[in-house]
């Protein structure tokens, strides 16, 4: 490793914090939502928790695709690809679980941040719950992958 390796793996080493603080509320808006759903109408209070159960999610998975991601991608030495390419590679060197979903927690995540519309965020709310156990599954992978090279890092 270079000097600029071990520049990268402190990077590495903050963004995961970051990841795992992201994660955390992530979980926490979950598991409030879960209690909430499923009704007929819902509080303002309610759909303040959905909106923030989505912009969690986005939260979450962007540290983890933009930050995490491709800071190990970084340390590997490998070239920037388009975001479904990589993460069909991440997917074939064990980095990920599975790269559709990957792909499509970044479909709803875009889908998420282009809705204005207060129902359309309530219907995709499901999907959101289901995407963040994904979410998590991949980075647990990412977790055992990191822990497999011999990088050396601690978190």
């Known amino acids: 490793m270079n000097k600029n390796d071990e520049h990268i793996k ?4 903050q963004n ?3 990841l795992q603080n992201s994660l955390y509320t992530l979980n926490l808006s979950v598991e409030k939502v879960q209690n909430i759903m499923p009704k007929e109408d819902y509080t303002f209070e309610e759909m303040e928790s ?7 999610f986005g939260r ?7 930050k995490v991601i491709r800071t190990i991608w970084m340390l590997l030495h490998e070239p ?9 590679r991440c997917e074939k060197m064990g980095l990920i679980k599975s790269s559709n979903d990957m792909i499509d927690i970044r479909d ?4 998420i941040t282009h809705e204005y ?3 359309a965020i309530q219907e995709l709310v499901p999907e959101v719950i289901r995407l963040a156990g994904k979410l998590e599954e991949n980075i647990d992978y990412t977790h055992d992958f990191i822990g497999r090279r011999d990088w050396n890092i601690k978190f």
């Open 10 to 13: 402190e990077l590495l080493v």
């Open 80 to 88: 920037f690809e388009p975001f479904i390419d990589m993460m069909n």
């Open 50 to 56: 959905f909106d923030s159960l989505t912009s969690k």
């Open 108 to 111: 709803t995540r875009n889908q």
């Open 16 to 18: 995961w914090q970051l």
């Open 60 to 66: 979450a998975s962007d540290i983890y695709t933009q």
């Open 117 to 119: 519309i207060p129902e």
